[in-house]
């Protein structure tokens, strides 16, 4: 406490000729602290976060260089130990409270508050910073819809001679592998919060959790790649891949994980990895499966007429081939049919083992209820 008053009582004494008062404390930590001020000549609201000199100096290259998606930084002040980052105050609300409030977003809303989101990372990635901690709290909705990168506390300069970053920061489930010392930071570390924030706009739930299917889920396995090597490069990038064009198919671009694997392009189970032995086997099994179907249409054709054909129809389907659909997940349906969509991996493995095994066994006992 003796710390925090000490330090409260020298940025007053310094501080008081900039002319903000005080209106509300928002929050306070053993070594930072963010004020509503009024600042005095206009009377215009501004944000005062009081915080550790090393903290605050990185806000030095975004004073007074405006950006539609930054929030602005009118003011530095820096001392011995402690430093004050004047912010404009801004009407709106936070992602996080946004997400708390509605729930999930539809990806066609989803996708441009991440591409306005990308236009403020690329103005201070141009600076030379790298923000590391995307999350939904740091996202900030004006009220006239403009999409603002908040809080930029540990947010540091590129250094291109170092290996990996001295201190451990960001916001877990957010931060990107490299945060934990692995590596050094770079844009490709805000390019992976982006994509696992992207996901959790889309599904509510972190990418290990789940992730959505199609070219969107492509794009987000893309950028949270444990190599950086394999993200997105640069904000340009995932930018382009994001584009409404590319998104809803009028351009022929390949989705990420396409552009690795052709062979992924096939959706027939057995075919999808190109492997050879795989394509031989899943060959087979179409060939007797579809020899025994015939042989099955054919008896009940003899035996029952038009009936005995339909129904042995059906009991192969329930059978066979639906089976054979719901275990291979044929198209990713999973990740399609709502409620499947929004359930754990491993939960969804599970059902379609159930749904097999029920499928199967309804078919085998359709199959022997038919007459002769």
């Given at each position: 406490m003796d710390?925090a008053?000490?330090m409260?009582?020298?940025?007053r004494s ?17 070594e930072?602290?963010t ?30 260089k405006?950006?539609p998606?930054?929030v602005?930084v009118?003011d530095?002040?820096?001392m ?6 004047i ?20 990806e066609?809303e989803?996708v441009p508050?991440?591409?306005?989101l ?9 600076l030379?910073m790298?923000?590391?901690d995307i999350?939904p709290?740091n ?6 819809k403009v999409?603002?990168?908040?809080d930029?506390?540990?947010a540091?300069n ?5 290996t ?5 920061l960001?916001?877990?489930g957010f931060?990107?592998p490299e945060?934990f010392?692995f ?9 992976y919060s ?7 706009m ?9 992730i959505?299917?199609?070219r ?5 396995r ?6 950086p090597?394999?993200?997105y ?5 995932l ?9 809803n ?14 062979g992924?392009k096939?959706i027939i ?9 795989k394509?031989a ?6 060939i007797?499966m579809?020899?025994f179907?015939?042989?099955l ?10 009936s ?8 192969c389907?329930?059978?066979?081939w639906?089976p ?14 709502f409620?499947f969509?929004r359930?754990n991996k ?11 095994v ?5 078919g ?5 209820s038919l007459p002769?």
């Open positions: 710390n008053a000490h409260s009582e020298e940025i310094e501080y008081m000729k900039e002319n903000y008062e005080d209106i509300l404390e928002l929050a306070s930590g053993e930072d602290r004020v509503l001020a009024r600042r005095v000549s206009d009377g215009r609201l501004v944000i005062k976060k009081i915080m550790p000199r090393a903290q605050g100096i990185i806000y030095e290259k975004l004073k007074n405006p950006h998606n930054v602005p009118w530095v002040i820096t011995k130990d402690q430093c004050v980052v912010t404009e105050y801004i009407s709106g609300i936070t992602l996080q409270e946004l997400l708390n409030q509605r729930g999930m977003f539809p066609q989803a508050i991440i591409l306005q990308l236009k403020g990372l690329e103005f201070i990635h141009s030379g790298v923000h590391r999350h709290g996202v900030l909705i004006s009220s006239d999409v603002k990168i908040l930029m506390g540990i540091r590129v250094k291109r001679n170092q990996a970053d001295t201190t451990i960001g916001t877990v931060a990107a945060q010392g590596a050094q930071t770079d844009p490709r570390t805000d390019i982006i994509g696992v924030l992207l996901n959790v889309i599904t509510g739930k972190i990418p290990t959790v789940v959505p299917g199609g969107t889920g492509g794009i987000i893309k950028c949270i790649q444990i190599d090597n394999d993200r490069q640069n904000v340009h990038e930018t382009q891949a994001l584009m409404p064009g590319k998104m198919g009028t351009e022929p671009e390949k989705a990420p994980e396409e552009e690795k694997d052709p992924k096939a189970p057995g075919f999808r990895t190109g492997k050879i032995w394509k086997i899943a060959i087979a099994v179409y007797f579809t020899l179907t015939a042989v249409l054919g008896n009940g054709a003899e035996k029952a007429g038009v005995g054909f339909l129904l042995e129809g059906l009991s389907l329930m059978m066979m639906i054979l659909l719901v275990i291979t997940n044929f198209c990713e349906w999973d990740r399609k049919i409620p969509s359930w491993d939960v969804v493995l599970v059902i379609r083992i159930i749904l097999t029920a499928l199967a066994y309804a085998m006992g359709l199959e022997t002769g």
